[in-house]
């Protein structure tokens, strides 16, 4: 569960790097609290990765398990070319405009909700629910054999239970989302709301790119 929870946390706090659900914590946080802000985040993005964690399982649990690597690595890959290509905040503008008469957690809630539907984040979650990095992780213990151990520990192994990485997946990735999103806001603040969108939609877009090809040459790597 701990690697599942881990690998979720960070890959989708780097896909959040001035992703669009950051743009709308900043300008969430321009007209209500940060905890409400926050907290409207935690339960959206809990809600929706819930659900997104169960059917990412399901495909996985039906695709064969030579062929999960590949799809999962080249969604990642598909993931770093969505984030260098970059993102708007148009549709999330409107739909927090149309939550706010229910006020201001229900507004967050609600926007963050729509926003998160169909986006990277919500795909992602999927794919590392079918797939929490198996690949990488085993040519990682391969090339460091006492690592193999600690990464069986965290339920990096082919034991570890479909309910342990369901719920590592969906709190872990929930978790990355706050976090990502508290960082946008605290530095939007010292920044005077400005981030600089595209050096980091290049270094997340990189990131999510090795980590597809990893994952697609991990496993024969893990072979030899």
Do not use: C, N
């Amino acid at each position: 569960m701990l690697y599942a929870f881990a690998i979720s946390m960070v890959l989708v706090m780097i896909g959040e790097l001035a992703d669009k659900s950051q743009l709308l914590a900043l300008v969430l946080a321009t007209r209500y609290r940060v905890w409400q802000v926050l907290l409207g985040i935690l339960l959206a993005t809990f809600v929706v990765h819930f659900f997104s964690a169960a059917v990412g399982q399901a495909i996985g649990g039906w695709l064969p398990s030579w062929l999960l690597p590949w799809v999962s690595g080249v969604l990642f890959i598909g993931f770093g070319l969505w984030t260098l290509r970059g993102d708007t905040l148009d549709e999330e503008g409107s739909a927090e405009t149309a939550a706010g008469r229910f006020g201001p957690l229900a507004a967050v809630a609600g926007a963050f909700f729509l926003a998160e539907l169909g986006d990277k984040t919500q795909i992602m979650t999927m794919t590392i629910a079918a797939d929490p990095g198996a690949a990488v992780a085993s040519y990682v213990a391969d090339i460091a054999p006492g690592f193999a151990d600690v990464l069986a520990r965290l339920g990096a192994g082919p034991e570890a239970s479909k309910s342990m990485v369901f719920w590592g997946v969906t709190l872990g990735s929930t978790v990355g989302m706050v976090i990502a999103d508290a960082l946008a806001i605290l530095v939007g603040h010292t920044l005077g709301k400005h981030l600089p969108e595209r050096k980091l939609a290049l270094f997340s877009g990189s990131i999510f790119i090795i980590f597809g090809l990893l994952t697609i040459v991990g496993q024969y790597l893990w072979r030899r």
